[in-house]
Nanobody, 126 residues
Framework: QVQLAESGGGWVQPGGSLRLSCSAPERFNSGTLGWFRHAPGKERQFVAAIRFSGSSKFYSDSVKGRATISRDSARNTVYLQMTTLKPEDAAVYYC????????????????????WGQGTQVTVSS
């Protein structure tokens, strides 16, 4: 089971930016890595994902245009850069890994992701 570790969360004012990191002790050579978020009183929500084969990237409508997912293979790290943050972006952000190269109909669901990190809190407020 892949051990994932998120970092980079914190407090930011509306309109600000954050870069979240998801690191693992081994290389991300295959499969899919996704970012999800969970806010109090709300269901867990898909944010973004990257397929390591071909580096295809996917974003939820709620963050499209404000989020960029990227990978640094040398550091075994996947980043989620978020800009123009809104109060509704506040949540605990989790990265999750699937050993499969997920198709679009599955990539937004939490079920195919077998390994999850502990999460990092993002607070957006003035």
């Amino acid at each position: 089971q892949v051990q994932l570790a998120e970092s980079g969360g914190g407090w930011v004012q509306p309109g600000g930016s954050l870069r979240l990191s998801c690191s693992a002790p081994e290389r991300f050579n295959s499969g899919t890595l996704g970012w999800f978020r969970h806010a109090p009183g709300k269901e867990r929500q898909f944010v973004a994902a990257i397929r390591f084969s071909g580096s295809s990237k996917f974003y939820s409508d709620s963050v499209k245009g404000r989020a960029t997912i990227s990978r640094d293979s040398a550091r075994n790290t996947v980043y989620l850069q978020m800009t123009t943050l809104k109060p509704e972006d506040a949540a605990v952000y989790y990265c999750a890994k699937s050993s499969l190269s997920l198709i679009l109909s599955s990539i937004t669901s939490a079920a195919p992701y077998g390994a999850w990190g502990q999460g990092t809190q993002v607070t957006v407020s003035s």
